[in-house]
């Protein structure tokens, strides 16, 4: 398939959609983990930035920081934040997502100083106590972005803003559409492509464009793969994995990635109640990540009905090294997809480890020959 | 030479490592330099270090064999709880045990302690039950202390646990995910006692709230209740060894510490397993007397104190002689580690509820959690540590632990340089595993800590006494 005007990779950290929004005299607001409401970010007016190090393999800085025994990801990006790549943010939001995070963020904030900077506890269950409690942390959210921005974040702005996310999951699922046919309109590079590019962008200029992208391939024809995968596991932005495993001649038809569709699949807040506490309930309930605890049934549901709904063949469990949340998950996730006819490949891999990428696309061919598709 | 200690196939370790210390019964209550030397050469290699490491000194030996026989005692209810009806609980140790002691029905079993049990007294040490995590295909990055410590459970027949609880989620992945998988793969359910990355008044009082709803899910599913009797019984045995441990935190103040190194190991396992228990208070009592006695003597084990240590993680476990007994001997006092850091509030034990929220406030602040799981990981830790290492005369740090804790290896060197501004104190840092010698082997630690205390410790103590007397001029 073509590659369409609407898309071309993020190659930029400070790129010129955030350059322009920045010379209108916008502020912007850093986060990493998508249990982050990005909405009452942009109800405030500012714009939500995820994140990213697009690749970034220097971690000379970050090294310094911290040890080699944590994740080359939170490194990589902390790199980023040293070095002044990210030094466009106005404020950050850190959240307990796992250990190399919180390390990452705690490093960020004692060099930088940033003087909006905001600790958001999410709690590592979904009940009604622990909802309570993530509501009141996002009240206290909502107070500082309100100072920083100057903006009063009404009930209306914040139902606009939740309305404006809204759709772009709509269209995260319309575009998961094409992807899955048996002939995919959309590849998995494709789709984490335009995925990160829509990380640092309002709702409305993400929806509209997926909205464009939709609309050049609606009508494309498709190719068979010879592999239809699905990848599970962590916050990865590294297009370049999935273009390697698909120049092998399989489709990624599916994913349930950090970085990829699970940012998407946040339920839809429910129509009554306070929009802040629609907005907690919502975000608390759908965070499908082995940081959660008790839950691994509904993570494991999500992943099995994923590759049911995708007609996989084969599912690759992808995460950095030494992230334990998801190694240990990955071993039962693993279990739990072959018993129910899945075959499983786990890599454990290097952010961004160029001498990876050979190692891995070796293994990945030997898995399509073991599940039938022609590498 | 496996001088028949050797595990057998499907052999449950925990029953192995019971087995083999069943031997301590009997050793006489007394023993001399004879009967050390004759126990140390009828074991293996690895034992060995164990049987000096305990028996070597004096003063050591005879608390040591105190120790270890209430243990065994306690580890035996274990071992018959169940028949006896009641629901055994797998505990991490950043668990107050007293909190399932106060239960009729619940006996809890430190996970770590049985790691540490297999450690230190199992031929091949924990290396097999880790070598078997590594092939059901869990990473390499776990955590050493508490995935030795489950592996058993998988791995043979012998005691299973009727259910497993946690409260890391939040201060360290891979105790909490281990904790999680064992529950899932053991087939048996789990108890999460959440605690809120928050130090305000808030997050205390949410911590309170989750402390009793995770006290109601364990009465339904045990069937019954946590007596306001039982809590308090339990609760004045907890203060009664609170007691003793605030006299032995200020008898480690004194120069020479007249406190024996490997007395900061028994305390982590009272503490992990005992606590609330009248065997607690006992060793406790006697780990006091002990070291007043030596205090008064002036006794100190090596001809002079060079350097007083404070560890800022955790000790290394695996091997009690080469750690513990080589520093004494070297004249290194073992100060504390980030586990014997402990904060009692007061009690108030009128009514079940005052000494639950007191339970709360133990559990908030209890080692590792607290700091890890911390509103900031480095600040508190940093700050729990320079309090503990100003408190106890500290000439120095090391940091050592274990390659799965993230947390501190991700701002250890914040840690260390601001450890550095605020009190002038230099920390060593070591890679190494606290259960795993395949890590650094000891010989590389004592090289490291020996050159260490020769170079910086002392350098700094000559520095330090020099300028007094210029200042005293
Ligand atoms: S993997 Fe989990 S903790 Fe990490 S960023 Fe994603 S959702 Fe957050
Ligand atoms: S903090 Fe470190 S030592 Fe403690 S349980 Fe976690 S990994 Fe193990």
Redesign the pocket.
Known sequence: METTTTLSRETEIYNDYVKEWKDKGGKVVGYSCVATPVELIEAAGLLPYRIKALGNSDTELADGEMSLFNCSFCRACLQLGLDGTYDFLDGLIETNGC?HLRAMFENWQHRKKLDCFYYLKVPHFYRDDSLAYFEENLGLLKGLLEEKSSVKVTDEALDEAIHGWETVREKWRELSALRELDTPKVTGSEALALEIKGSSMLSGDFVAMLSRFIAERKDAVGTKPAARLMVCGPATDEVEWFEEIERLGAVVVADVLCFGSRAFVTAPPASDGSPLHRLAEAYLSSIFCPRMYKEYERRRDLIRETARRARVDGAIYLYNKFCDLHGVDSVIVRRDLEEAGIPVLVLEKEYSAKADIGRVKTRVQAFMERIGGVA | MDKGFVMREGENGFERAMGILEMIYKLPDSLSEEDVEAAKNFVFPELQQTVIGLLELPADRELELFFFRLLLGVLKEAQNAQAEGKKLVFI???FPPEIFYSFDNIFPICT?IVGGLITNICYGQGERFWDYAMGMGLPDS?????TIGTMPFFMGPGLKADAIVYN?AG?????AKIHAFASDYLGIPQFLLEKPVDESPRGRELFRQYLKRFIKELEEWSGSEMREERLREVMKKSYQAVELYNEFWELKKARPCPVPNIFSMTLLVLRSQLWGRQEAVDVMQKMVDMSKERLRKGEYTASEELARVYIT??YWLFDFYGYFTWMEKEGITILGDILAIHYFPEMDFSSKESMLEGLADITFDYP?TRQ?GGESISMRWLDDIIYAAQDLGADACIFG??H?????LGTAAYFRREMMKRTGLATLMLTGD?FDKRHTPMEMLQEEVKTFVDQVVARKKSQDKKKAKTAGE
């Open positions: 250990d | 991490p140790f950043t770590e776990l955590c050493s202390a508490n890391s201060s360290c992945n891979p105790n993680y955790i590792m890890m632990g274990v799965a804790c993230k947390h501190t606290v």
